[in-house]
């Protein structure tokens, strides 16, 4: 049996540069144009600490050192321009593109710590990153977080498979709710999603029901056909709109017919970060 088990608070892999920029002493470099391909997107950063290590993703390690020792140099903010077309003729990205990146040694600590406040929040947040005729106004959103409602083997499976992604997630077994009742403290937003692992689909209606009005982005409930299409006429039942039912996704996942707790998690679990990542791609 699995219990209610403390969330993990993270912020997203996207932030822990800008977090770590907040703290005196550390830079922060910021991609404001990007020629040809190349593996991050426009506005990745990286954090350069005074000893000259780095936080964040900016590349797969080509250019981590070479940022470091530049940003060593810089009196202000700069942006200089990397692989092709740089003056840097002993440097060169493997990509073959090139890439104009902000390197700024004392970025608006203030500025920067305001928007992790939001993120923190569960709100999006704009920086506005600028130098010279580059300006990019960089839209951070909040952190994938999940509340997944259920009953074991299932329920720990994907307790198990967040906590190792280090992904945010709330797991409620059925022993802590009432049936027919809603969680009534339930804390769903835009980038938030439900996720349902019953066995007993009686427990689902006032959960679904609950997770829709609160406008969580993805809702998922395990069980096949038959399941899906009784679902839909007992909340076609309690008045819920049919565009809202509409908005269930069941069977849940990327894979076909799970036959293991383990592999429906990770189905699960992977269709709900394609949502995710879909929704931050159209910010």
């Not at 219990?3 to 002493?25: F, N, Q, S, T």
């Not at 077994?173 to 692992?197: F, I, M, P």
């Not at 993805?218 to 007992?234: L, M, N, P, T």
């Amino acid at each position: 049996m699995l219990a209610e088990r403390p969330r993990i608070a993270l912020l997203d892999e996207d932030h822990v540069a800008l977090k770590a920029a907040c703290a005196e002493g550390v830079g922060l470099c910021t991609i404001v144009g990007i020629d040809g391909s190349f593996s991050r997107r426009l506005g990745a950063q990286l954090a350069v600490l005074p000893d000259g290590s780095c936080i964040g993703s900016m590349s797969d390690g080509c250019l981590e050192a070479q940022l470091a020792s530049d940003i060593a140099r810089c009196d202000g903010p700069t942006v200089v321009r990397y692989g092709r077309g740089s003056c840097k003729i002993d440097f060169r990205l493997p990509c073959g593109g090139g890439l104009d990146i902000l390197l700024d040694p004392v970025p608006d600590r203030a500025l920067l710590t305001q928007a992790i406040q939001e993120l923190y929040n569960r709100r999006s947040a704009q920086v506005l990153f600028a130098c010279g005729k580059f300006r990019l106004n960089r839209e951070y959103v909040p952190a994938l977080r999940i509340i997944s409602l259920g009953e074991d083997p299932e329920l720990s499976a994907f307790a198990e498979l967040c906590a190792a992604m280090r992904i945010d997630v709330k797991c409620v077994d059925k022993d802590g709710l009432v049936l027919g009742r809603a969680q009534g403290n339930a804390e769903y937003d835009a980038w938030t999603a439900c996720l349902l692992l019953f066995h007993d689909h009686q427990w689902e209606l006032p959960l679904v029901e609950e997770a829709l009005a609160g406008g969580a982005f993805f809702v998922g409930a395990q069980g096949g056909e038959k399941a899906r299409i009784e679902r839909s006429f007992a909340l076609a039942a309690r008045d819920i709109p049919e565009e809202a039912v509409a908005r269930i996704t069941s069977p849940v996942g990327l894979i076909p017919a799970c036959k293991s707790p383990r592999t429906l998690a990770l189905s699960a679990l992977s269709e709900i970060v394609a949502e995710y990542e879909r929704k931050r791609a159209s910010f």
